[in-house]
C-alpha cells in the first residue's frame, strides 16, 4: 500500500511519526493529484522540505507526501513512476476534501 504522511518542514527523521492515510498506489496518486514529475527522492531518503521562502518555513508549514514502493510501481504498471516519495501540490484540506469524495 502506499503512504500519504503529512510532514512539517522541521521534520529530519520519521521515528514517531505515522502515515495519515494508506491505500492503492492509483488511489493515492487521484486523491493528492500526483505526477510522476512530482517525484522528490528515494524511498528510504527523506525528501528537502526547505521552500527557500523564509516566510513559509517559519510557518511550519506542511507537506503532504506520498511513498510508494518498487512492487506498488510494478503492479501499476506505467514505467513514468518510479519508486519513492511524491509531494503533492494539495494541502492538507485539499486531499481531506478529496478522501471525503470517495464513493463508499
Given amino acids: 500500500m502506499a503512504e500519504v504522511w503529512f510532514i512539517s518542514i522541521d521534520t529530519r527523521s520519521l521515528e514517531?511519526?505515522?502515515?495519515?492515510?494508506?491505500?492503492?498506489?492509483?488511489?493515492?496518486?487521484?486523491?493528492?493529484e500526483l505526477r510522476p514529475d512530482n517525484w522528490e527522492c528515494e524511498p528510504e531518503a527523506l525528501p528537502d522540505f526547505?521552500?527557500?521562502?523564509?516566510?513559509?518555513?517559519?510557518?511550519?508549514?506542511?507537506?503532504?507526501?506520498?511513498?510508494?514502493?518498487?512492487?506498488?510501481?510494478?503492479?501499476?504498471?506505467?514505467?513514468?513512476w518510479k519508486p519513492g516519495w511524491y509531494k503533492s501540490p494539495l494541502t492538507i484540506v485539499g486531499f481531506e476534501k478529496n478522501l471525503r469524495k470517495k464513493p463508499g
Fill in 16 to 32: 514517531g511519526l505515522e502515515p495519515r492515510h494508506e491505500g492503492s498506489f492509483i488511489e493515492c496518486v487521484e486523491f493528492l
Fill in 50 to 80: 526547505k521552500t527557500g521562502n523564509p516566510l513559509i518555513d517559519d510557518s511550519g508549514y506542511i507537506y503532504v507526501l506520498m511513498r510508494a514502493t518498487g512492487e506498488e510501481i510494478e503492479e501499476f504498471g506505467d514505467n513514468r
